[in-house]
């Protein structure tokens, strides 16, 4: 069994995204990519990610800001901060960080994000444009997970594949990846959700899982093939008392019963986390890249 180590591999991830950084800044008058995030409300999670963001921004020469607002803004508030980055040619890459209070309409902010800069892949044009096969910037999270198999040498093509969960961050659009017509798609994809009745039989039949269920303990020992490739998404906060924090993440896979039947397998945290941040990296620089040559 293999460890897919996140840190790692997303560590070579950014290094290759500075070298690039450093390499085109002075064909664009030493300008660097600059990503913009929106945070509404201080939810502790929220805040931690965008923090880290921030951080690995900051490593790879990429620029950032960050625009708080209220818990209590409203949804005109937040589309018009949305609106201003939109309309700063500074701004390179644009992500509202989830989740948004209960108050605030995700789905029509996605409307207002310009596609052009919505590194997370999450507006309807680039979801559209990627289930299409078209050139468009591909969701953060599930394209951090190909990097991740392809970056450890392991294909999909051919393979059977289970993506449990079915969000618009992750579920449907890893579908999709998977089902691309590339060494690194070309599978044969179950999407499971809740009120899937035959998880056990489901998962046990594919040579690679994708849990992003955001439920602990859901992906048991009996339920996985040996030799399966096994990727976790989950990142629930449980609380720990032993923990100064007083919470640690789970993920979704009952890791130390699941791990011996794996050939590889993410740990949590430590896996696609570190993935997701340099894949939204590598988006903002990609959107920086497109719109310096639409302007040359
Ligand atoms: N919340 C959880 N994952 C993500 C992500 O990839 N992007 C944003 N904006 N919010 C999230």
Redesign the pocket.
């Known amino acids: 069994m293999t460890i897919l180590d996140g840190k790692q591999t997303a560590a070579q991830w950014r290094a290759d995204i500075t070298h690039r950084v450093h390499e085109l800044a002075p064909l664009y008058g030493g300008r660097t990519p600059k990503l913009a995030a929106v945070i509404v409300g201080d939810d502790p999670a929220?805040v931690t990610?965008v923090n880290l963001k921030q951080k690995a921004c900051a490593e790879c020469g990429i620029r950032s800001t960050v625009k708080r607002l209220p818990a209590d803004s409203t949804q005109q508030q937040v589309r018009e901060a949305v609106r201003r980055l939109n309309a700063n040619s500074d701004i390179d890459g644009i992500?509202?960080?989830?989740?948004l209070p209960p108050h605030i309409d995700s789905k029509d902010l996605l409307l207002h994000i310009s596609p052009k800069k919505d590194v997370?892949g999450?507006t309807p044009d680039n979801i559209g444009r990627m289930a299409l096969g078209l050139d468009c910037m591909r969701a953060?999270?599930p394209a951090g997970i190909v990097e991740l198999l392809r970056r450890n040498g392991i294909t999909t093509r051919g393979k059977r594949v289970a993506v449990i969960g079915r969000s618009n961050?992750v579920g449907r659009p890893m579908a999709s990846m998977l089902l691309e017509k590339s060494e690194m798609g070309d599978a044969t994809v179950t999407v499971c959700n809740s009120s899937t009745p035959d998880l056990k039989e489901i998962l046990a039949g594919c040579e690679i899982i994708i849990s992003a269920a955001g439920c602990p303990g859901l992906v048991q020992a009996d339920m996985v093939a040996e030799g399966a490739v096994v990727v976790d998404v989950g990142t629930t906060r449980v609380a720990d008392p032993s923990r100064r924090s007083g919470y640690r993440l789970a993920g979704d896979v009952d890791f130390d019963a699941v791990a011996p039947k794996c050939s590889y397998i993410t740990p949590v945290p430590g896996g696609v986390g570190p993935m997701?941040i340099a894949s939204?990296l590598h988006n903002t620089l990609t959107a920086f890249v497109r719109r310096r040559r639409r302007t040359l």
């Open positions: 929220s990610y992500i509202v960080q989830q989740p997370d999450f953060a999270t961050i997701t939204l």
